[in-house]
């Protein structure tokens, strides 16, 4: 295996034995499979879709297959073959609509053509990985396209569950899937396609907003507790807002209660969600303390999607796990949803009868809830608190938390901060600061949470409104910092949207991707103003001189 998809990639270069992820080498050769041959499908579906074929199994497909291999998404061998077997299927269909239609094909991308049984998956996986591309500024390109696109594909999936589709996505993801395929392209091509991936990540969170927002209303200013009450519990992680939903509809009246887990948390903050008395509040931090957290909440988890650190051979939750969606776990039941869209949470309601409640690890209460819409409402006062120089600058702190020790700079970074300065967050990167007491400025809280990572779509809304405000030309003139703690791959889409809408001197931390080359970092460096992090103290003084 070779994988060096997220920030915690082995020694800064790449997993080669076994995923710091805990995915094992079995696994990570099958994603690569699948992706290898998901480039396939779309050398023909892009073609097909050119002479007006009309590709929507291809659409799923390839969206749910690049959401599968996702960091800590699916760790299911079984799964992983089931797609595989599924995509020489559909590629086999596609090509023939594609013909049918007067496509010719020739010198094709090998993923195009190969073929082979369930016993040759494993030999030919080990061929097909990232390191088939051979010039090192090339492959840089190639994957931070495909990550992008991978972290595209997962917003594209939680609108989908809401009924909300764009053609133009689909199509992108397939057009820049098998234009990666293709040698005569340019290192010039590739940072052009690099930005396309970052305009239709705006589209994708845009179209994700608002099927969020008109299915469930505008998150809300809202007081999460943190504790726990007496009655058995199911605790629900990942993004999907259609599965909490259906769970909360499922278990209402029951007697078992629910809780969200880290990216859930802004689940809360949404109105539809408010009327359930049973949704009682979150439990625990960011994804990676699960080990420790699970332990003591005694009832079933459900992983909606990906977050999933694969517990421990004597873990004593482990037997209560329950994915669904493109999540997957060996030896986890999986849930699956019918031809409506409807799941069937019975067994996970069952398990958690018998359950005992959870055990309280913290309590009282955090604050969230501040997407574009009720900052948009509170404008003037922020508006008034800039002009008059009681809010000095903005930082923009969204993204991803993850285990190394070198993450306790975004806390500090936090504490530290002038008083006069409010941190605008989503993703779970707000874990390492949302729990301090940093106090408001005349009623504003110093932490504003949006929401999940995909509601930084919400930042930059705030941001493009204060633009407008202010007159101002460029969206770099505002008193906003942008110090992003990445992840996994849907930290790149969002790095990639706000690039393309024109933000500049992003600093990502704690490391800088190991798939960027030198060269195709530099190119971020010079174009774009993106650094990485030093000390909190002179990291804090570079950006307050603006
Ligand atoms: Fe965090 Fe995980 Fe949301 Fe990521 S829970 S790390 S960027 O999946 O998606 O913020
Ligand atoms: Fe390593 Fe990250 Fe890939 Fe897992 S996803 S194998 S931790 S680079």
Redo the contacts with the bound molecule.
């Keep these: 295996m070779f994988c060096y998809q997220c920030q915690e990639a082995s020694g800064g270069k790449g997993c080669t034995v076994r995923g710091v992820c805990g995915k094992t080498d079995t696994t990570a050769n099958l994603q690569d499979l699948l992706i290898y041959l998901l480039k396939g499908i779309s050398v023909y579906s892009t073609k097909a879709k050119e002479l007006g074929v009309e590709t929507p199994q291809v659409d799923t497909f390839v969206m749910e297959s690049l959401f599968m291999t996702?960091?800590?998404a699916n760790f299911d061998n079984d799964a992983f073959v089931e797609q595989i077997k599924e995509a020489l299927e559909l590629r086999d269909e596609i090509k023939a609509k594609a013909e049918a239609a007067g496509a010719e094909f020739a010198d094709l991308y090998e993923g195009a053509t190969w073929t082979g049984t369930e016993e040759e998956f494993s030999a030919k996986a080990k061929e097909v990985g990232v390191l088939q591309t051979d010039n090192e500024d090339v492959r840089s390109l190639r994957e931070l396209i495909t990550y992008g696109v991978k972290?595209l594909a997962?917003y594209t999936e939680h609108a989908y569950n809401l009924g909300y589709e764009n053609q133009e996505i689909y199509d992108f993801m397939q057009k820049a899937l098998a234009a990666i395929t293709d040698d005569s392209l340019t290192a010039d091509d590739l940072v052009a396609l690099t930005l396309e991936t970052g305009k239709f990540g705006v589209e994708g969170m845009a179209q994700l907003d608002k099927a969020n927002t008109e299915t469930y209303g505008n998150p809300e200013i809202t007081e999460v507790n943190i504790g726990t009450r007496n009655n058995p519990a199911i605790l629900i992680s990942?993004?999907d807002l259609k599965d909490i939903e259906q769970l909360l509809e499922q278990t209402e009246g029951t007697g078992v209660d629910v809780y969200t887990h880290?990216?859930m948390l802004p689940a809360h903050y949404y109105p539809a969600f408010k009327k359930y008395e049973h949704f009682v509040g979150n439990y625990g931090n960011?994804?990676w303390k699960q080990k420790e957290e699970f332990e003591n909440f005694n009832g079933p988890i459900l992983f909606t999607?990906?977050?999933i650190v694969p517990p421990k051979g004597n873990a004593s939750y482990k037997d209560k796990i329950f994915t669904t969606g493109a999540a997957g776990l060996d030896g986890a039941t999986h849930i699956e949803a019918d031809e409506n869209g409807k799941k069937d949470f019975t067994e996970i309601i069952e398990l958690a009868k018998k359950c005992d409640a959870p055990q309280e690890i913290e309590n009282g209460k955090i604050v969230g809830g501040f997407a574009h819409n009720q900052v948009l409402a509170l404008a003037d006062k922020v508006v008034d608190a800039v002009k008059s120089g009681a809010i000095k600058r903005f930082f923009v702190m969204a993204?991803?938390?993850?285990r190394m020790n070198s993450r306790d700079y975004y806390t500090e970074f936090a504490r530290e901060l002038p008083e006069d300065t409010i941190i605008l967050t989503?993703?779970?990167?707000k874990y390492r600061y949302n729990k301090l007491d940093l106090g408001d400025i005349g009623g504003i809280p110093r932490v504003l949470d949006a929401g999940?990572?995909?509601d930084s779509y919400s930042l930059a809304v705030i941001a493009m409104k204060l633009q407008e405000v202010f007159e101002l030309d460029d969206i770099n003139e505002l008193p906003i910092s942008y110090n992003i703690a990445?992840?996994?791959?849907?930290?790149v889409i969002?790095l990639l949207a706000l690039l393309y809408l024109g933000v500049k001197n992003i600093h990502l931390g704690p490391t800088l991707p190991a798939f960027l080359s030198e060269n195709v970092a530099n190119v971020l460096v010079e174009n774009f103003g993106i650094g990485g992090i030093t000390e909190v103290a002179e990291d804090i003084e570079m950006f307050m001189q603006g």
């Design positions: 996702i960091t800590n972290g997962a990942g993004h880290s990216e960011a994804w999607t990906n977050c993204g991803c938390d993850g989503a993703g779970c990167a999940q990572c995909n990445w992840y996994e791959q849907k930290a969002v």
